[in-house]
């Protein structure tokens, strides 16, 4: 990377991050949105798990750190969905999970290498 393009890329941090930000949130909504048109239904619920309290959970209920790891990556942050109620409690048709260490991974696959 030459010094030109770093320097700008420095002295214009805010717009940078609000770039990025922008991208994931855009990118998120966009595949909500193929949902919603894909399955002709919009979401009726929306779950915000506890995220940290169940990584804690995690930590303190495996005994053994190979296998917590993965456990911990799988675990959900928000998920949105469509539940049809017509088979009696319901069933989930669709549901749209976001997973921060997926994110993370996405990040990092999208990081150039120098």
Known sequence: MSAAVAREILASRRSWA???VAFFVGFHVFQLALLVIR????????TVHNWPGNLAQIVRSTPAVVDM???MLDEWLVEIGFMNYA????????SFVLMPAK?????????PRT
């Open 18 to 20: 609000a770039m990025v």
């Open 69 to 71: 790891i993965p456990i």
């Open 87 to 94: 088979f009696g409690r319901g069933i989930a048709e669709w």
């Open 103 to 111: 994110k993370r991974d996405t990040a990092n696959s999208t990081t």
């Open 39 to 46: 399955f002709e239904a919009f979401p009726n619920y929306l």
